[in-house]
Nanobody, 116 residues
Framework: QVQLVESGGGLVQPGGSLRLSCAASGFDFSMYAMEWYRQNPGKERAFVAG????????YYADSVKGRFTASRDNAKNTVYLQMNSLKPEDTALYYCNVRISSRNSWGQGTQVTVSS
């Protein structure tokens, strides 16, 4: 079965950086686009960034363009989210996602807190 495990979250000061990782298993990772989402309590999960199956194209929410970079290593079945110039409003639980045959799969999330 599909399994996604996020890691790399933590507490960081405004202006700082973090790199999130998402290790995938249970499916042919190199065949699927991967996406990152984030969510705060009481709010809907929101799209953050995505990367195509071979990594040739990335796409971002306007709120993170120029600050976040999605990448992947298909040999390691892992997708990354490099987050720079972090702002307090980036605080959220971050999830990775894969959609296979119209079915979404999610990891357990990793918490990112941006605070001084």
């Amino acid at each position: 079965q599909v399994q996604l495990v996020e890691s790399g979250g933590g507490l960081v000061q405004p202006g700082g950086s973090l790199r999130l990782s998402c290790a995938a298993s249970g499916f042919d990772f190199s065949m699927y686009a991967m996406e990152w989402y984030r969510q705060n309590p009481g709010k809907e999960r929101a799209f953050v960034a995505g990367i195509t199956s071979a990594g040739g194209r990335t796409y971002y929410a306007d709120s993170v363009k120029g600050r976040f970079t999605a990448s992947r290593d298909n040999a390691k079945n892992t997708v990354y989210l490099q987050m720079n110039s972090l702002k307090p409003e980036d605080t959220a639980l971050y999830y990775c996602n894969v959609r296979i045959s119209s079915r979404n799969s999610w990891g357990q999330g990793t918490q990112v807190t941006v605070s001084s």
